[in-house]
């Protein structure tokens, strides 16, 4: 398995959009929880900061 082959399957990256409409294939097949995972240790803190200011607003909207 290579990044690319992962990048390609699932977003990776700050780009909002890009995650909001994967997570948009779940909540219109009627999911009502998604979770999102950040794996990379010293990398944990800068998501949650994104997360909270930037993913998550635009997920609620959904």
Partial sequence: MRPEDVAASIPCGDDVESVVEAVRA????????????????DHQEPFTDWAEKELLPALREL
């Fill in 26 to 41: 779940f909540t219109d097949a009627g999911f009502t929880e998604v979770a999102l995972v950040q794996i990379g240790g």
